[in-house]
């Protein structure tokens, strides 16, 4: 089975904190995505990576930084965290097969509170 | 750009009835995918289908069946007899071949089915 773990599943941190969401799958996934959900507005990627140390600007990118150093890892850093950046965090990965796009499998996500 | 509206935000239905769940997609691409996602109170999103734009078939797995009309830009997810176990956030989710890997998501639909 396809797993997708993130290291927390809550955290609570301070305004102007430096805050890491740690993001590993098992499945030697190309492809490594980072999205947040708030209510009613779905899921918005923040930033994803094809390949070890690339990536690219999501729809969110705004406050966010990303890092990729092994395929399996993909970490999204909040460098200053504010209060409007709380919300659900979930990372996905999916493999490049051909021309087709393939789904994307999730982990648990990380309820990030920001005081 | 790509859009995908969900525009029932909730359903409260009793076990055992039908529900249909909608999606309208809008994108200018010709070559697109589409899928839809459960999201359980825990939290993880599981994938339940995908559909490409060139196979307009209609799908049934077992209580759940998804009708796809490119005449309607629609792909609506029907659940027959529904159980408790259905209740849960379900979001539609559109992808094409320009769309750079990323996934844009609904709003999703909160379905509650009561015993």
């Known amino acids: 089975d396809v797993k997708v773990t993130q290291s927390s599943r809550y955290l609570v941190k301070r305004t102007g904190e430096k805050v890491f969401l740690e993001c590993v799958q098992d499945?030697?996934?190309?492809?490594m995505f980072w999205y947040r959900q708030d209510p009613g507005l779905g899921l918005r990627l923040i930033y994803f990576s094809y390949d070890v140390k690339m990536k690219e600007k999501g729809d969110i990118p705004e406050g966010y930084s990303v890092s990729r150093e092994k395929k399996e890892r993909f970490s999204l850093i909040l460098e200053s965290a504010s209060t409007n950046q709380t919300s659900m965090y979930l990372c996905?990965?999916?493999?490049?097969?051909?021309?087709?796009?393939?789904?994307?499998?999730f982990g648990p996500g990380t309820r990030l509170t920001v005081l | 750009a790509q859009k995908v509206t969900q525009a029932q935000t909730e359903i409260s239905v009793v076990e055992k009835e039908d529900v249909t769940l909608d999606c309208v997609y809008e994108t200018r691409d010709t070559t697109y995918y589409l899928f839809w996602y459960k999201q359980p109170p825990s939290g993880e999103l599981v994938f339940l289908i995908r559909?490409?734009?060139?196979?307009?078939q209609n799908e049934i797995s077992g209580r759940y069946s998804w009708n796809f009309q490119k005449s309607t830009s629609s792909f609506n997810f029907t659940i027959t007899a529904s159980q408790v176990v259905d209740s849960a956030v379900y979001f539609c989710a559109l992808t094409s071949d320009n769309a750079g890997n990323m996934l844009t998501f609904g709003g999703g639909t909160r379905l509650m089915v009561k015993p």
């Open positions: 499945m030697d996934h190309e492809n």
């Open positions: 559909r490409n734009s060139f196979d307009e």
């Open positions: 996905a990965s999916n493999k490049i097969t051909g021309a087709s796009y393939n789904e994307q499998f």
